[in-house]
C-alpha cells in the first residue's frame, strides 16, 4: 500500500503530465488513499480533468474536489449568455432530449432536471456543455424513466461485467430489487468502481444503481496474476 507522501507525489505527476494542466497550481492532499484537490484555475475543463487525473493513479480510493475557478477577462460570461449556449449545444447532439430538460443557470452554475429514457442520454448532456466557456459547474440531477417495464436481468449485467477487460467481474456482487441495482464487492480502482457502474447503467430497463464497491488496491504480486 502506498504511504500518503508517495501517493500525493503521483497525483502531483499525473496532473502535471496532463498538457492542460502543466501550468496549473493544484494542491494534493493525500490522506488514507482520499485525495483533496484545491487551488484556483482559470476554466472549467481544468477543474474536471486534474479531478479525472487523480482518480486514474492506482492507489486513489475517493476524490474530493475543492478546485476554484476565476475566469479571466475573455472567460467570463453572463448567466443569460451561458442558458443560450446550453440551448444551443443540445440541438447539436441527437442522444439529448432536450424538450424533457429544464435549465437553470446561477452564478455560472447550471443546474439539470427532468427525466431521460437511458443513463448514457443523461451523460450526454454533461458531456455536451462541459467545455462550454463561462462555466462553474454543473449539477446533473435528470432522472432515468425507462421505456421497459420489465425487471432488470442480474444475469446480463453479471455476464457484461465478466466480458469487460477494464473490470475484475470476480470481486464484484450484483443485487437487482425491480428497475434498481446494488453493486457490492472489490474492485482494484477508482477507475474499475466507475466502469462497473456504467457497465451495470447499460442494462435495459435500470432506473438506478447503487455503487457500494469497495477498493482493494494491488499491493502484492500474488494479487497481480490472480
Keep these: 500500500m502506498k504511504n500518503n507522501e508517495e501517493l500525493q507525489k503521483d497525483v502531483q505527476e499525473a496532473i502535471k503530465w496532463e498538457p492542460l494542466l502543466k501550468a496549473a497550481e493544484i494542491g494534493v492532499i493525500a490522506e488514507n488513499g482520499v485525495i483533496t484537490l484545491t487551488g484556483t484555475v482559470d476554466c472549467y475543463p481544468k477543474k474536471i480533468g486534474a479531478e479525472s487525473a487523480a482518480k486514474n493513479v492506482s492507489g486513489v480510493k475517493a476524490v474530493v474536489e475543492k478546485i476554484d475557478i476565476k475566469f479571466n477577462g475573455i472567460g467570463k460570461k453572463t448567466d443569460k449568455e451561458i442558458a443560450d449556449e446550453v440551448l444551443h449545444a443540445f440541438k447539436w447532439h441527437w442522444q439529448i432530449p432536450s424538450e424533457q430538460i429544464e435549465i437553470k ?18 451523460e450526454a448532456v454533461t458531456k455536451a456543455i462541459r467545455n462550454l466557456r463561462g462555466l462553474k459547474g454543473v449539477s446533473n440531477e435528470i432522472c432515468i424513466q425507462s ?13 457484461a461485467l465478466s466480458r469487460s477487460a477494464s473490470v475484475d467481474g470476480k470481486g464484484i456482487h450484483v443485487i437487482v430489487t425491480g428497475n434498481s441495482v446494488i453493486l457490492t464487492g472489490t474492485v482494484y480502482s477508482l477507475v474499475q468502481k466507475g466502469e462497473a457502474a456504467r457497465i451495470a447503467w447499460s442494462a435495459p430497463g435500470v432506473v438506478s444503481v447503487n455503487n457500494e464497491l469497495a477498493i482493494r488496491y494491488k499491493n502484492k504480486l500474488s494479487d497481480l496474476i490472480e
Excluded: P, T
Excluded at 105 to 110: A, K, L, M, R, S
Excluded at 147 to 159: A, H, L, P, Q, T
Design 147 to 159: 421505456e421497459v417495464e420489465d425487471k432488470v436481468e442480474k444475469y446480463s449485467i453479471e455476464r
Design 105 to 122: 443557470v446561477e452564478n455560472g452554475w447550471v443546474y439539470l432536471q427532468g427525466k431521460v429514457h437511458w443513463n448514457y442520454q443523461r
